[in-house]
């Protein structure tokens, strides 16, 4: 092995002054990390057809709600209020009740066909309608205000991504460890750019011991197009766990450190999002179990998925890319039936990142 790869190389202090070029007074760029939610997260509200009835006589409301709430309980939709105040208010009625889904052929219904006899008297009721109504709990207070637009809805704040969205999920000193590993990613970054090659860095980040474990560039050539930046980083920290395939000795930018924290003790440590399994079939864990991946822009679709299988932690990128797969064309990174996912973050350091090649 190649001594020389087994030092990390620190940018230089004139590097980290070139960060305000143009503008020598000016203090460091304002950015924000913020959360690339899942396709349910972000996406828009989901409707289903139900059926509602008026409640013609008010006195009935709390016997109806007992009696419908017992044939139709609904237990795919606990975030549905099952009441509400009708919205005309030249309308004869003040109050609506929620009955019941419509099923796939949805058409006009009776009472009698929706409500079984004698376990709900409909006395008190008025004919049936149709009405959308969130198939699914809101997940962010955006959905949450598109939601009860429908339908009243009940809503638990998940006060992570909350906070999260608010752009103040990290402290002042997490925010300083986040910028100083993201202008290591801008400096390999800029050692490609200065070589030839496509102007992407990344760096790979053990945060409980607060240690850079890979830094590298994109390496990709006619005669190696897949060495991007992602996958030079992954088998770097590879190298460090005494693995690795690629020969990178000719891009001194590109190096790594040993791990410090052995692989076997490293599986139990490790603050997971969801319960996946963090072991390999060997009973190690897998690469970048426990890791965060610092990038100057959004991973393309090889890249993100390599993340995946090598079981990341975090990934935080500066700027999208147009084919990028953690938000932009996929969010390859919390779909349910995939085996692992993991937080991403955008917006570190990203106007600085944004002049960089995309992944591509
Ligand atoms: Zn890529």
Same mark, same amino acid.
């Given at each position: 092995?190649?001594?020389?790869?087994?030092?990390?190389? %620190?940018?230089?202090?004139?590097?980290?002054? &070139?960060?305000?070029?143009? *503008?020598?007074?000016?203090?460091? @760029?304002?950015?924000?990390? /913020?959360?690339? /939610? #899942?396709?349910?997260?972000?996406?828009?509200?989901?409707?289903?057809?139900?059926?509602?009835?008026?409640?013609?006589?008010?006195?009935?409301?709390?016997?109806?709600?007992?009696?419908?709430?017992?044939?139709?309980?609904?237990? @795919?939709?606990?975030?549905?209020?099952?009441?509400?105040?009708?919205?005309? @208010?030249?309308?004869?009625?003040?109050?609506?009740?929620?009955?019941?889904?419509?099923?796939?052929?949805?058409? &006009?219904? *009776?009472? @009698?066909?929706?409500?079984?006899?004698?376990?709900?008297?409909?006395?008190? /009721?008025?004919?049936?309608?149709?009405?959308?109504?969130?198939?699914?709990?809101?997940?962010?207070?955006?959905?949450?205000? %598109?939601?009860?637009?429908?339908?009243?809805?009940?809503?638990?704040?998940?006060?992570?991504?909350?906070?999260?969205?608010?752009?103040?999920?990290?402290?002042?000193?997490?925010? &300083?460890?986040?910028?100083?590993?993201?202008?290591?990613?801008?400096?390999?970054?800029?050692?490609? &750019?200065?070589?030839?090659?496509?102007?992407?860095?990344?760096?790979?980040?053990?945060?409980?011991?607060?240690?850079?474990?890979?830094?590298?560039?994109?390496?990709?050539? #006619?005669? *190696?197009?897949?060495?991007?930046?992602?996958?030079?980083?992954?088998?770097?920290?590879?190298?460090?766990?005494?693995?690795?395939?690629?020969?990178?000795?000719?891009?001194?930018?590109?190096?790594?450190?040993?791990?410090?924290?052995?692989?076997?003790?490293?599986?139990? *440590?490790? =603050? %997971?999002?969801?319960?996946?399994?963090?072991?390999?079939?060997?009973?190690?864990?897998?690469?970048?179990?426990?890791?965060?991946?610092?990038?100057?822009?959004?991973?393309?679709?090889?890249?993100?998925?390599?993340?995946?299988?090598?079981?990341?932690?975090?990934?935080?990128?500066?700027?999208? #890319?147009?084919?990028?797969?953690?938000?932009?064309?996929?969010?390859?990174?919390?779909?349910?039936?995939?085996?692992? =996912?993991?937080?991403?973050?955008?917006?570190?350091?990203?106007?600085?990142?944004?002049?960089?090649?995309?992944?591509?």
């Amino acid at each position: 092995m190649d001594p020389s790869l087994g030092t990390l190389e %620190k940018p230089g202090d004139e590097d980290g002054k &070139a960060e305000g070029a143009g *503008s020598p007074e000016r203090g460091p @760029a304002p950015w924000q990390a /913020l959360p690339v /939610l #899942s396709e349910r997260q972000s996406g828009d509200v989901e409707l289903v057809l139900a059926y509602a009835a008026p409640i013609l006589d008010q006195r009935q409301t709390s016997r109806l709600l007992k009696e419908v709430a017992a044939v139709h309980p609904l237990p @795919a939709q606990p975030h549905l209020k099952r009441v509400r105040p009708s919205r005309d @208010a030249s309308c004869p009625h003040t109050l609506e009740i929620l009955l019941c889904l419509a099923g796939p052929a949805a058409g &006009a219904r *009776s009472l @009698a066909d929706l409500l079984p006899q004698p376990a709900v008297d409909p006395c008190g /009721l008025g004919p049936p309608f149709l009405v959308p109504v969130p198939a699914w709990p809101p997940l962010t207070r955006r959905q949450f205000e %598109k939601a009860r637009a429908h339908w009243p809805t009940s809503f638990h704040e998940d006060r992570q991504v909350a906070r999260a969205l608010a752009g103040c999920l990290f402290s002042a000193q997490e925010r &300083a460890a986040m910028q100083g590993y993201m202008e290591r990613a801008l400096w390999a970054a800029r050692q490609a &750019a200065a070589r030839g090659l496509r102007a992407m860095g990344a760096v790979v980040v053990d945060p409980a011991a607060g240690h850079v474990l890979a830094m590298g560039h994109d390496c990709s050539s #006619s005669a *190696s197009p897949l060495l991007h930046a992602t996958m030079v980083c992954i088998d770097l920290v590879a190298q460090g766990q005494g693995r690795g395939a690629y020969n990178l000795r000719r891009h001194p930018a590109c190096s790594f450190a040993p791990a410090t924290t052995p692989q076997a003790a490293r599986a139990g *440590s490790v =603050r %997971k999002l969801d319960a996946d399994a963090d072991t390999g079939v060997d009973g190690l864990p897998y690469v970048c179990t426990g890791y965060d991946l610092y990038i100057t822009r959004e991973p393309c679709t090889m890249c993100a998925m390599a993340l995946v299988h090598s079981r990341v932690q975090r990934v935080f990128y500066g700027a999208p #890319s147009p084919d990028g797969a953690l938000g932009t064309r996929f969010r390859v990174h919390a779909r349910p039936d995939l085996n692992h =996912r993991f937080q991403v973050f955008h917006g570190v350091l990203e106007a600085q990142c944004r002049q960089l090649d995309p992944c591509a």
